[in-house]
């Protein structure tokens, strides 16, 4: 029986990433409170976000500290005209992003979702070689199964075939470079005795075709809509290396791996070396406000400084662009990683995360793999040792999804991937009781298969 709100929701609103025929059996879940950990629907049952909400939210939902900032900011400017305007929030962000950026990140860009921060990114490469004398470079390499958003220019350097199938016709697809596969890995080795082999498919490819390549774009450390498959540091510094011999853009897309998921502030840093643009959003405003972040080297930036006629100028905006709320936002995001040493924290918990996931999951058949980075950990579901997966049709994720929403977990699983994602606020009792719906939902599915 469907109450008011579910029937004038499924009447009129067309939700994201769905078939919408399937809310006939499992109709929207409509929160009516939202604090910490867990999201209240309108019957008072209670969901442990165990996915951030899609991977947005770092401190806990309705955090004292960010209603606070954003109550004080709305009563000072709402929004402004970010072309000749500016205002103080969006200033002291900048000064203190600038701090924790990787090195030679020095400029800033505003866009108002992830998506939009990759259509930029490219466009930014794009242009700069057209200004810089390399008019040919005009292709982009990215990673296969890589995830980078989907609007078209972003499909077009994306791969999961679910996402880009449909848009084939339209898709300006960029060239695709087989990518490390850790869990399968065809040159027999693991994470730890790892020497990135895999990259001389990257490197074919790049040797091949550098004359016309403006950019590679990678998600740093862990491909995560393809599964939360993890990689080795070598690799992006094998790439970092190629990519600048050849006068290549590197752009890290930092939207779900930035701001602490992995342990360190940006996925990068495990890598010791820099991007030339780098795409942040989701956690940047901590799960409050649509906002993404593009940031870029002084000699991307000088590419485009010229008198007006020149026709240099980067045009592109987004009426939200730069918005003082999101701002405001992710200023005191900043803020709480350093007042409240957050990644220390990160650090602590992905420890515990990883002692217990691997206690609770130790011998299960259907467990193929745990891998963890920081503070996600994900388990590949096999049916087998022999690594047998389970078919796409079986929709083995997203039974178990809503087996784990029966007690209470909002687990979000990718195809045969079921993963861990939670808020950075996750309390010891609160991962264990995690990690047992998860297990206890799995195996209610395996019994039942
Ligand atoms: C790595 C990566 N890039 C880009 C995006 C797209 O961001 P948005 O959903 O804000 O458009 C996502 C979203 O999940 C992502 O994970």
Redesign the pocket.
Known sequence: MLSKLQEIDMKYIFHPCSQMKDYEKLPPIVIKKAEGMYLEDENGKKYLDCVSS??VNLFGHCNKRINKAIKEQIDKVEHVIFVNFSHEAAIELVQELVKVVPKGIEKFLFAD????S?EMALKLSFQYHQQTGNPKKRKFISLKNA????TVG?LGVGDIDIFTDTYRALIKEGLKAEGPDCYRCPYGKNFDCCDAQCFEKMEKLILENHEDIAAVII?PMVQ??AGMKMYSPKYIQKLRELTKKYDIHLIA?E??MGFGRTGKMFAMEHSGVSPDIM?T??GLTAGYY?M?IVGITQKIYDAFYADYLEGKSFLHSHSYSGNPIGCRIALEVLKIFKEENILDMINKKGEYLNKRAKEIFKDKEYVGEYRQIGMIGAIELVQNREKEDFSASERVGYEIYKIALQKGALLRPLGNTIYFMPPYIITEEEIDKMLTICRDSIEEYISKR
């Open positions: 899609w991977w979702n992830g998506s939009s990759i995830y980078h958003g989907e972003a998600e995560g809509a897309d939207i779900a795409c959003s989701k649509p993404a």
